[in-house]
């Protein structure tokens, strides 16, 4: 088989694979790549003009790199047919047969089709050049894709570099020859209370990675995803990590609708162990754990509840820091219920602008109705009870078992919420 020296290559290869930061298998196939677009444009350059080159002609050519004989090979697979049309693709039956008897119409060899000729080297070497580096850079964008593919949804270190209309383009840390990549932080993902000030560093939820088709990865991270509350727990309380406490569910508003209405973050934990206050575990000795997490978070607001299977237990945790007297499940099968609270609870209940309990709701998962105690009215709420049972045959199955479960309630007068019990014992 004929062959192209290029006399140094494995040394070529090395360094490159060095200055570069890359695989030595990465610059091998950006060799190849370069190498069969220099065949290409000799290709083009004899004028054959009774092939007409299509952007998907050379598809079925290949190079072979030879590291031992510093050198390359061009390989073409052609289908074995009886009469052929195209030699670049086609090879007679006849012609095979004579090398290989066994061979038969519609299969397909391998052939070696390194031209001969002094002028190929030459021009190859220099259209090698030329390519080389972009097939460098895409290898390298390739790997740095893969890189942070797996990262995606996890949390990095990032450092403000500029702005781009209501964006913010910071810059990502990769180990691919490029110190750093550019990432994205959406408007919508950034925090009320961060100062962006170039240079300045934050930790990000890499929200999602995006194939770039001429700067690399497009990463577009976040500060205002449940993943970094989740994280920062967990790297902050060690009885997450070893999984003696779990985060059950998180609900964060880290851009309210209104301006008036600070950031804040629901969060439900649990735990199998019985001497163990999953609650307690999260805020730490005189609130210094959590307070980590709300200083890297710019002072959010945080509400540690503790998650119960009880659906009643865990909408009035959830509701916490407000006082809650009854809970009602006024229809489980569409996950409604209404809580009552006293009178000087409600503003506490439903928080500024709905926020509280709209995050309760999310985190939860019931609509929950917020209802004066004293003004409730439950001969009223039971026919309507009623009037529902009779329209929705779904929720007669469920109620004809037991009447008495057409409403669960739980008395929580004599308690107090979670966060407020833990801060006494605290104290």
Request: aromatic content about 6%.
């Amino acid at each position: 088989m004929s062959i192209v020296a290029l006399p140094g290559l494995k040394k070529m290869i090395e360094e490159i694979s060095q200055s570069h930061n890359l695989p030595k298998s990465a610059v091998q196939q950006a060799l190849r790549e370069a190498l069969l677009k220099g065949y290409e444009r000799y290709r083009r350059a004899q004028r054959l003009d009774r092939y007409h080159f299509e952007e998907e002609y050379f598809n079925n050519f290949e190079v072979d790199l030879d590291i031992d004989e510093e050198g390359f090979r061009v390989l073409s697979t052609k289908t074995i047919v009886e009469e052929v049309s195209n030699s670049d693709h086609q090879i007679s039956l006849q012609e095979v047969q004579e090398v290989a008897s066994e061979a038969q119409l519609g299969d397909s060899v391998v052939l070696d089709v390194t031209p001969d000729q002094s002028e190929f080297g030459r021009m190859a070497a220099i259209q090698t050049k030329q390519v080389l580096s972009q097939k460098l850079r895409d290898q390298q964008r390739k790997l740095i894709q893969e890189e942070f593919e797996e990262l995606e949804g996890t949390v990095l270190q990032a450092r403000a570099l500029r702005f781009e209309r209501q964006s913010v383009i910071m810059a990502i840390s990769s180990g691919f020859g490029q110190p750093e990549v550019e990432a994205e932080l959406p408007k919508r993902e950034q925090l009320p209370n961060d100062n962006y000030r170039i240079n300045a560093t934050f930790k990000v939820f890499l929200k999602k990675v995006r194939e770039g088709p001429h700067r690399g990865p497009q990463l577009v991270v976040s500060r205002g995803a449940a993943g970094l509350v989740v994280y920062l727990f967990a790297n902050e309380v060690p009885e997450i990590e070893d999984e003696v406490v779990r985060i059950v569910a998180v609900a964060r508003e880290a851009n309210p609708p209104s301006r008036h209405v600070g950031p804040r973050t629901k969060i439900a934990v649990d735990t199998l162990e019985r001497d163990v206050d999953p609650v307690g575990a999260c805020i730490g000795a005189r609130g210094s754990r959590i307070q980590v997490v709300v200083n890297e978070l710019r002072g959010e607001k945080i509400d540690v509840i503790r998650w119960s299977p009880d659906p009643s237990t865990y909408i009035a945790n959830a509701l916490s820091p407000a006082r809650v007297e009854q809970v009602l499940l006024v229809n489980p099968e569409g996950r409604q219920a209404h809580v009552l609270v006293p009178e000087d609870q409600l503003s506490l209940a439903i928080g500024k602008e709905g926020q509280n309990v709209r995050l309760a709701a999310r985190l939860t998962g019931w609509k929950i109705d917020i209802k004066d105690v004293a003004k409730y009215d439950y001969e009223a709420e039971h026919r309507k009870i009623e009037a529902l049972i009779a329209s929705s045959p779904d929720v007669d199955e469920i109620y004809e078992e037991d009447e008495e479960e057409v409403v669960e309630t739980l008395n929580l007068k004599d308690s107090e919420p979670v966060d407020e019990r833990l801060d006494q014992e605290e104290e």
